[in-house]
């Protein structure tokens, strides 16, 4: 009998706090030993010249889910997950979306059953609550949360999901007795609609109107305003999806004055323009998400954001529709840019696109790492399951060879939407073989698992969405003449990086 079950050698380990060369040897799915030289392993795997990573972790990505207009996302969890592997990720957190007046409960169970026969690769869920009825708020997510369902979405707009600031402050407070991560998609609603109804009653319906419409200025208010209710409850939040100088400012702003507020971007805002929904015919409906791709100087801020600690999460926000009646073109084959699907594709290529901030001297390998896998980790409460290389942590490892080129087409991509809005880049640093506890799951492009031999993960409660227990005035019973209005039972304080 073999000491391991894999032993990877020769390669440069690289993990959110350090570079070293060294071998892991890997049993039972687990990693169980970092040192010099090892072998006496079932199977070895040279990775001279390679450096080997966590397994990336994409913490947002909608997969098999109805969005709110009645479009079905492209993915499956089996194309979702392939697409994820073979792009250097090996767990993913999509979403469990309630749609209004269905149960929490009914929610999770239903997507339980589609992800299980078919994820070949580790999957956590996050909540997206539409319709926060007393019963979800006293009963549901007290429970989900116990269950390992520690985060959850909330959207500032959309008229089938939007919350008010009240029922925003109900789910923060939830959230602070509970130990749970909230999730803000934060764009001011009525000043789209108001820029929408004046955009339609003139006739600019393209593509390129969406851009327009979804102002940053838009993004930049709500992102205000997210804080704010954030740190009247004192309750940390995560804005997802940020694209622009004001929500940004916003963002450094509350971190700068010690908040716990934390960002997340994606590459559609370091690589996408609103120029692009602005292609011929059609084809900028691609290219519409919300919030809608800036400019040219709104990407170098998103690469700052990302080198100077800014953002703390990298997701690919994928939100696969097809170019056709099931997705984008749903309304007809011109439909106003309000009836065209939100989201774009980008589980696959994610980490491989923000490898060009490596290889473009942005970023660090710590700093890729972080972004990539072990910062998710620790605001999801996986950490250190997942997210780093060390003993007792999953095998989830992705070996790349930093030299690797390729020049992005769709077909060499492995999800169901049909196209990519990133054809024709030009990448240096690609994953070559991906390892899902301790199983090799892609090798040289090859796919070596059957579908549903993924498993879910139950998140822990993250330290990081502990509140700082620096209450304002309002809401301090020693100083408010003792109005117990913040249940003070939820333990504040020390949200370090280390634990879940
Ligand atoms: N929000 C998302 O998180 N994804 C796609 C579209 C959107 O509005
Ligand atoms: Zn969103
Ligand atoms: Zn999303």
Excluded at 43 to 54: G, N
Excluded at 234 to 242: A, E, G, R
Aim: aromatic share 6%; hydrophobic share 40%.
């Amino acid at each position: 009998m073999t000491t391991y079950d894999v032993v990877i050698r020769n390669g440069t380990v690289v993990t959110a706090a350090e570079t070293t060369q060294c071998d892991i040897g890997i049993r039972n799915g687990k990693v169980v030993t970092l040192a010099d030289s090892l072998d006496d392993a079932d199977r070895v795997i040279d990775a001279t010249d390679k450096l080997v990573m966590p397994g990336g972790i994409d913490s947002h990505c909608h997969i098999e889910q109805e969005s709110s207009g009645g479009i079905q996302s492209a993915d499956d969890f089996y194309s979702g997950t392939v697409s994820a592997v073979h792009g250097g990720t090996t767990t993913i957190i999509p979403f469990a979306a309630q749609h209004r007046g269905q149960s929490l409960v009914d929610v999770v169970q239903a997507y339980h059953e589609l992800a299980r026969p078919k994820a070949v690769i580790d999957y956590a869920f996050h909540l997206i609550i539409s319709d926060p009825t007393e019963e979800v708020i006293a009963k549901e997510l007290p429970a989900l949360i116990d269950d390992g369902y520690t985060s959850f979405k909330v959207y500032m707009t959309y008229d089938a999901l939007r919350l008010d600031d009240r029922q925003m402050l109900d789910i923060l407070a939830c959230a602070r007795e509970e130990g749970a991560m909230v999730m803000v998609h934060a764009e001011n609603h009525e000043m789209i609609q108001w820029l929408t109804s004046r955009l339609l009653d003139r006739g600019h319906i393209e593509p390129r109107y969406h851009a327009i419409a979804h102002a940053g200025i838009a993004e930049g208010e709500a992102t205000h305003r997210a804080i704010r209710l954030s740190e009247l409850v004192d309750t940390p939040i995560l804005v997802v999806h940020v694209s622009d100088q004001k929500a940004i400012n916003e963002i450094r702003a509350a971190q700068a004055a010690g908040l716990r507020i934390y960002g997340e971007t994606c590459p559609q805002y370091l690589f996408l323009t609103a120029e692009d929904l602005d292609r011929d015919g059609m084809e900028g409906a691609k290219y519409c998400c919300s919030p809608p791709p800036r400019d040219d100087a709104n990407q170098q801020l998103v690469w700052d954001g990302l080198a100077n600690g800014t953002f703390q999460v990298f997701s690919s926000d994928h939100a696969p529709y097809r170019f056709d009646e099931t997705g984008k073109l749903s309304a007809g084959p011109n439909p106003p840019f309000t009836k065209i699907a939100n989201g774009v594709p980008g589980i696959e290529l994610r980490l491989p696109l923000l490898f060009r901030g490596v290889k473009e001297g942005r970023l660090s390998l710590q700093q890729f790492v972080t972004l990539a896998s072990a910062n998710a980790a620790r605001i999801y409460g996986l950490y250190p399951r997942k997210g780093t290389i060390a003993i007792g942590s999953d095998a989830d490892i992705a070996i790349w060879d930093p030299e690797a080129e390729m020049t992005v087409s769709y077909d060499q991509l492995h999800d169901d939407v049909g196209y990519t809005p990133y054809e024709g880049i030009q990448l240096t640093g690609l994953p070559v073989t991906m390892l899902s506890r301790g199983r090799v799951v892609v090798d040289e492009g090859e796919l070596l698992v059957d579908r549903g031999s993924g498993e879910f993960l139950r998140c822990e409660r993250p330290a990081m969405a502990r509140p700082l227990g620096r209450l304002l005035r309002e809401v301090d019973p020693s100083r408010n003449f003792g109005a117990d209005i913040l249940d003070e039972d939820m333990i504040s304080g020390d949200a370090g990086q280390g634990a879940s």
